[in-house]
């Protein structure tokens, strides 16, 4: 993936443009990375300022040194386009780079992260400084990769935006009268006569339109990629070696990933779980998820590109990491497909919001601190797997769809639970359920999923809006065997966002042997169960009342009006099988429909044996990375002969685990 890497990654964002009048430590980072293992860092984030001081003067010499002597210490360097951050002279003299909030106030020039998107003079500026980056750097042998800007994010209302949205929706619409139409406009009397009452959606202008706050996120989406397109293809021009990455986000709602990563060669984000609050159990669930969506964006392995070596500066609870959880957390990533651990940041500045925030090196300036000990320990991990782990696929018999379209739609919708559907939350209790049993799977959207016939499983929890002929490839993957799992709230908008007419889940009451009728929702407290032969398990939130037409019905509602109608069914199709869970389950619930799902279908699981609660395993390539998190040792039953590539200890029958530890076995 990157053609001058032979190796994982191991280092971190570091800022040596903050120590420019400090040569010594430039000197003593690079003696440090060393001691710690390190051999990769990301410079020239947040530089603009040092590297075009006033407009058209650029300033290269600083960087110039600082990268020869990476080069020299054999430090890889990942160098960032500086888009994240504008000098203020450029603020000043050009406005039209300021964000304008949904409130239509320009913002003032300060933070980060708040340019407009649209701004001509900004993208041109941005491919100007690429281009002479790319000039001066993207042939020196330290310089492995692009960092393009810095996470990416928000939304911009100016009238370059608003003009911008217009013609986006001309290009799409291509009549007003069809964008009314589609718009379902006559309702409330929006109907548009002149594009230009057509403006974005905010407090200020109109949320009532679901159509036209989909369509927004889609436009601020593609906006966005159009931004990073011009980054790439600036510094791709000048040179196509070298490949390109954006820091991604966890849980991120502003743009469609699947669509942003086809403009990166490498996928890579930063990943900052909260350890040691409530559940680690379910935190550990959460970030699984989230970087197996990650691999899933490009289908190959990804970069951890920040994480904190310590703790944060700007959690409520800025909470250490107690002993193993680095290592754990670290090896957690790798295990899902990471080829890197990196870090925010390498050394803590001496001012700012970031003075505080976990660094490899403190402001004592030494080695010799537990977080030092902590991140060598991992260090010295990547190497010892580097053979049996770097670069190897993860290959899933699991799909979640998981679409970033429907998650908007969800989230305007008003039915239901108000704003509080909960759909990444749902998605994450279907996926823990395969999680806490060794079983790796991949996510796709409904616009990248052209082929589930590799998959045994497929699952699209609370697929509300089904675009893009989606109905048509499910039940063409039932038809020909494939297993689906559906839920309620699904099949209901098209991507319009308008209700499909007729009986519902549209297009797949004949996969499902059920249609729709009615969608409950409880009040906080107030609860149901699912009944089946096997048990009775807890139902909250949402229960949506079916009429099954030729599926079995698995389980029933417990209570309430439709005490004792279908809850959950199973109904087999063409060569292959669907389930509908029709209410929101507990965790328990899922866990007992896919433990028999697992075993009815033969999936793969890593490691054959019942694992005490809180330790999970996760298979890459050959290797099974056995994770204890909780703060309790554990005795696990092996399945096999099998040495802990860490320690290269042999390990069979039954073991111990310490609190918060990790083994990588190979049998
Ligand atoms: C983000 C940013 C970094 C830094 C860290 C702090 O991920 O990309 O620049 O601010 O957060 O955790
Ligand atoms: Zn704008």
Same mark, same amino acid.
């Given at each position: 993936?990157?053609?001058?890497?032979?190796?994982?990654?191991?280092?971190?964002?570091?800022? %040596?443009?903050?120590?420019?009048?400090?040569?010594?430590?430039?000197?003593?980072?690079?003696?440090?990375?060393?001691?710690?293992?390190?051999?990769?860092?990301?410079?020239?984030?947040?530089?603009?300022?040092?590297?075009?001081?006033?407009?058209?003067?650029?300033?290269?010499?600083?960087?110039?040194?600082?990268?020869?002597?990476?080069?020299?210490?054999?430090?890889?360097?990942?160098?960032?386009?500086?888009?994240?951050?504008?000098?203020?002279?450029?603020?000043?003299?050009?406005?039209?780079?300021?964000?304008?909030?949904?409130?239509?106030?320009?913002?003032?020039?300060?933070?980060?992260?708040?340019?407009?998107?649209?701004?001509?003079?900004?993208?041109?500026?941005?491919?100007?400084?690429?281009?002479?980056?790319?000039?001066?750097?993207?042939?020196? %042998?330290?310089?492995?990769?692009?960092?393009?800007?810095?996470?990416?994010?928000?939304?911009?209302?100016? %009238?370059?935006?608003?003009?911008?949205?217009?013609?986006?929706?001309?290009?799409?619409?291509?009549?007003?009268?069809?964008?009314?139409?589609?718009?379902?406009?006559?309702?409330?009397?929006?109907?548009?006569?002149?594009?230009?009452?057509?403006?974005?959606?905010?407090?200020?202008?109109?949320?009532?339109?679901?159509?036209?706050?989909?369509?927004?996120?889609?436009?601020?989406?593609?906006?966005?990629?159009?931004?990073?397109?011009?980054?790439?293809?600036?510094?791709?021009?000048?040179?196509?070696?070298?490949?390109?990455?954006?820091?991604?986000?966890?849980?991120?709602?502003?743009?469609?990933?699947?669509?942003?990563?086809?403009?990166?060669?490498?996928?890579?984000?930063?990943?900052?779980?909260?350890?040691?609050?409530?559940?680690?159990?379910?935190?550990?669930?959460?970030?699984?998820?989230?970087?197996?969506?990650?691999?899933?964006?490009?289908?190959?392995?990804?970069?951890?590109?920040?994480?904190?070596?310590?703790?944060?500066?700007?959690?409520?609870?800025?909470?250490?990491?107690?002993?193993?959880?680095?290592?754990?957390?670290?090896?957690?990533?790798?295990?899902?497909?990471?080829?890197?651990?990196?870090?925010?940041?390498?050394?803590? =500045?001496?001012?700012?919001?970031?003075?505080?925030?976990?660094?490899?090196?403190?402001?004592?300036?030494?080695?010799?601190?537990?977080?030092?000990?902590?991140?060598?320990?991992?260090?010295?991990?990547?190497?010892?797997?580097?053979?049996?782990?770097?670069?190897?696929?993860?290959?899933?018999?699991?799909?979640?769809?998981?679409?970033?379209?429907?998650?908007?739609?969800?989230?305007?919708?008003?039915?239901?639970?108000?704003?509080?559907?909960?759909?990444?939350?749902?998605?994450?209790?279907?996926?823990?359920?395969?999680?806490?049993?060794?079983?790796?799977?991949?996510?796709?959207?409904?616009?990248?999923?052209?082929?589930?016939?590799?998959?045994?499983?497929?699952?699209?929890?609370?697929?509300?809006?089904?675009?893009?002929?989606?109905?048509?490839?499910?039940?063409?993957?039932?038809?020909?065997?494939?297993?689906?799992?559906?839920?309620?709230?699904? =099949?209901?908008?098209?991507?319009?966002?308008?209700?499909?007419?007729?009986?519902?889940?549209?297009?797949?009451?004949?996969?499902?042997?059920?249609?729709?009728?009615?969608?409950?929702?409880?009040?906080?407290?107030? =609860?149901?169960?699912?009944?089946?032969?096997?048990?009775?398990?807890?139902?909250?939130?949402?229960?949506?009342?079916?009429?099954?037409?030729?599926?079995?019905?698995?389980?029933?509602?417990?209570?309430?009006?439709?005490?004792?109608?279908?809850?959950?069914?199973?109904? +087999?199709?063409?060569?292959?099988?669907?389930?509908?869970?029709?209410?929101?389950?507990?965790?328990?619930?899922?866990?007992?429909?896919?433990?028999?799902?697992?075993?009815?279908?033969?999936?793969?699981?890593?490691?054959?044996?019942?694992?005490?609660?809180?330790?999970?395993?996760?298979?890459?390539?050959?290797?099974?990375?056995?994770?204890?998190?909780?703060?309790?040792?554990?005795?696990?039953?092996?399945?096999?002969?099998?040495?802990?590539?860490?320690?290269?200890? +042999?390990?069979?029958?039954?073991?111990?685990?310490? %609190?918060?530890?990790?083994?990588?076995?190979?049998?």
């Amino acid at each position: 993936m990157i053609p001058r890497v032979t190796g994982f990654l191991h280092g971190g964002d570091y800022n %040596p443009d903050q120590w420019l009048d400090r040569p010594d430590i430039l000197e003593k980072d690079i003696e440090l990375m060393h001691a710690a293992h390190v051999n990769c860092v990301s410079v020239g984030i947040f530089s603009w300022a040092l590297l075009e001081p006033e407009e058209g003067r650029y300033d290269f010499k600083w960087l110039d040194e600082v990268i020869d002597r990476l080069y020299k210490g054999g430090i890889y360097v990942i160098l960032a386009t500086p888009s994240g951050a504008r000098p203020a002279w450029m603020a000043q003299q050009h406005e039209e780079v300021l964000r304008v909030n949904g409130q239509h106030q320009r913002m003032h020039f300060g933070h980060r992260h708040n340019h407009c998107l649209t701004s001509p003079y900004y993208r041109e500026k941005v491919r100007q400084m690429n281009t002479a980056l790319a000039q001066r750097y993207a042939d020196h %042998p330290a310089v492995i990769m692009w960092h393009l800007s810095n996470e990416y994010s928000g939304q911009c209302h100016c %009238p370059l935006c608003q003009q911008a949205f217009r013609d986006w929706l001309k290009e799409k619409y291509g009549t007003l009268e069809n964008l009314n139409k589609k718009w379902w406009t006559t309702f409330w009397s929006h109907r548009y006569t002149d594009w230009a009452q057509v403006e974005a959606p905010s407090p200020m202008t109109d949320t009532s339109n679901l159509s036209m706050l989909v369509d927004w996120q889609r436009f601020t989406s593609w906006q966005c990629k159009t931004f990073i397109d011009n980054e790439r293809e600036s510094v791709q021009s000048v040179t196509p070696k070298l490949p390109c990455t954006a820091n991604l986000m966890e849980r991120f709602w502003d743009y469609d990933y699947f669509s942003l990563a086809e403009s990166m060669d490498i996928v890579s984000w930063d990943s900052y779980p909260e350890w040691h609050n409530a559940d680690n159990v379910a935190e550990a669930a959460d970030f699984a998820m989230n970087h197996d969506i990650m691999r899933s964006l490009k289908k190959q392995p990804f970069l951890l590109m920040e994480s904190t070596p310590s703790q944060v500066n700007w959690k409520p609870h800025n909470k250490l990491k107690r002993p193993g959880m680095h290592l754990l957390s670290s090896l957690q990533a790798v295990a899902h497909g990471s080829d890197s651990v990196q870090y925010f940041q390498w050394r803590k =500045g001496r001012g700012g919001v970031e003075m505080f925030h976990g660094a490899v090196v403190g402001h004592d300036g030494t080695g010799d601190t537990r977080v030092f000990r902590d991140v060598t320990q991992v260090g010295m991990a990547l190497e010892k797997l580097q053979s049996a782990v770097w670069q190897k696929p993860i290959k899933p018999e699991v799909c979640i769809l998981f679409d970033w379209e429907n998650r908007w739609a969800i989230d305007f919708a008003q039915t239901g639970q108000m704003g509080n559907m909960r759909y990444f939350d749902t998605v994450n209790m279907h996926y823990r359920a395969l999680w806490e049993k060794g079983v790796s799977v991949d996510f796709c959207d409904m616009r990248a999923c052209t082929d589930l016939s590799g998959y045994k499983l497929v699952i699209a929890p609370m697929l509300f809006m089904l675009r893009n002929g989606m109905e048509d490839k499910l039940h063409a993957y039932v038809e020909n065997g494939g297993a689906l799992v559906m839920t309620y709230f699904s =099949g209901v908008v098209d991507e319009y966002n308008l209700a499909y007419l007729g009986e519902t889940p549209h297009g797949l009451t004949d996969v499902l042997g059920i249609k729709t009728l009615e969608l409950d929702a409880l009040y906080p407290g107030q =609860g149901n169960a699912l009944v089946t032969e096997n048990g009775r398990y807890e139902i909250g939130e949402l229960c949506e009342l079916i009429a099954p037409q030729g599926a079995k019905v698995l389980g029933t509602y417990e209570s309430d009006f439709y005490a004792g109608d279908a809850a959950f069914t199973h109904h +087999a199709f063409g060569k292959g099988q669907s389930w509908y869970i029709a209410a929101k389950l507990s965790q328990e619930g899922l866990n007992a429909i896919y433990g028999d799902v697992i075993k009815q279908l033969n999936l793969a699981v890593a490691l054959q044996t019942k694992l005490p609660a809180g330790v999970v395993t996760t298979r890459r390539g050959e290797c099974i990375f056995v994770q204890n998190y909780t703060d309790q040792a554990q005795r696990v039953t092996l399945d096999g002969a099998y040495t802990n590539l860490l320690n290269d200890e +042999a390990l069979q029958g039954t073991c111990t685990i310490a %609190p918060f530890g990790v083994w990588v076995l190979k049998k």
